[in-house]
């Protein structure tokens, strides 16, 4: 996802919650950053913070 249209999304959603649902990375004219964006609200994610959030979900999984 473009660094542009993630902050969009974020000034967009404000403050409301999200559950994250999907995850892009994040790249800026070309170049990979080193985070990942929520597709649904723009917030932004380390690769660790993703990788967490991920793993939860697995656990929740029946």
Known sequence: MEYAKSQK????WGNKPCDHPRFEKVY?????????????????????????????RKGMQI
């Open 9 to 12: 999304l974020k000034e967009d």
């Open 28 to 56: 800026s004219t070309g170049a990979f950053l080193l985070n990942y964006s929520c597709t649904t609200c723009g917030a932004d994610f380390t690769i660790s913070q993703k990788l967490k959030i991920e793993e939860a």
